[in-house]
């Protein structure tokens, strides 16, 4: 039996229409019971990709 392991993904949280889009986003991931495993972070005018923002998008891609 093989089992796969999660997918490790960031989730750039943004101003703007950011929010609205990633909690819709979000909530059909967690319906299709995507095999996924978050990071969030914050992006924006207010945090623009700090050092441990910048790590996580390194190791992980940004989504």
């Known amino acids: ?3 796969e ?3 490790r993904i960031t989730i750039a949280l943004g101003d703007g229409i950011g929010p609205e889009i990633t909690d819709a986003t ?8 995507a095999r996924l ?6 992006v924006g ?3 623009y990709l700090p ?3 910048a ?3 390194m190791r992980h891609g940004l989504h």
């Open 5 to 7: 392991n999660n997918q």
């Open 37 to 42: 495993d978050y990071d969030v972070i914050e």
């Open 45 to 47: 005018e207010k945090q």
């Open 55 to 57: 790590a996580s998008v």
């Open 51 to 53: 050092v441990i923002t």
């Open 26 to 33: 979000m909530r059909i991931l967690k319906a299709a019971n």
């Open 1 to 3: 039996m093989i089992v």
